[in-house]
């Protein structure tokens, strides 16, 4: 089964990720989730300033928040300084307002690590909630619409 090129992204595991026995500390996985879906979103052609606040070269705020509600990780292997993983990112839209993404952490095709980083809209000024932006939503549709021909 092939993905987008904009789904599936590398990582290199660097010294600073690493505790003092060499391995991945714990912390780093789901802040590689969150930086996976930042990444993912830049190469499908999101602007990270119109999702993200405070952003440079942003003129105002995005109208739309989308924290984090629910989160999880699970670990399979020791991954260590300098190894080399694949990443691969599988959104999944949960209703109009909230949208979840799943991440697959390989190294040598072998899973190492998954985690999942459940997100939900709200408007910036009001705090309830409300649709997704639309190049959100459309980076949904995108992903959904490759597993769908894919099958």
Same mark, same amino acid.
């Given at each position: ?16 990720d690493t ?5 991945? %500390?714990? %912390?780093?996985?789901?802040r590689w ?9 830049? *190469? ?29 990780a699970n ?10 993983? =694949? ?25 190492? &690590? ?5 997100? *939900?809209?709200? %408007?910036?000024?009001?705090? =309830? =909630? ?11 549709? &995108? ?5 769908? =021909?894919?099958?």
């Amino acid at each position: 089964m092939t993905t987008h090129p904009w789904l599936t992204l590398t990582r290199t595991v660097r010294f600073g990720d690493t505790d003092a026995a060499g391995v991945m %500390h714990f %912390h780093q996985l789901l802040r590689w989730c969150h930086e996976a879906w930042e990444e993912s979103l830049e *190469l499908y052609g999101i602007e990270a300033g119109s999702v993200f606040p405070g952003c440079r070269d942003q003129e105002r705020w995005p109208d739309v928040a989308l924290p984090v509600v629910h989160c999880n990780a699970n670990f399979q292997r020791a991954v260590h300084g300098g190894d080399q993983l =694949r990443v691969k990112l599988t959104p999944r839209l949960i209703d109009q307002g909230s949208f979840e993404v799943h991440s697959q952490f390989l190294l040598a095709n072998q899973e190492v &690590a998954n985690g999942l980083i459940r997100q *939900l809209a709200i %408007h910036h000024e009001t705090r =309830r =909630r409300c649709p997704l932006p639309e190049a959100i939503a459309l980076w949904l549709e &995108a992903a959904q619409i490759g597993k769908i =021909r894919e099958q």
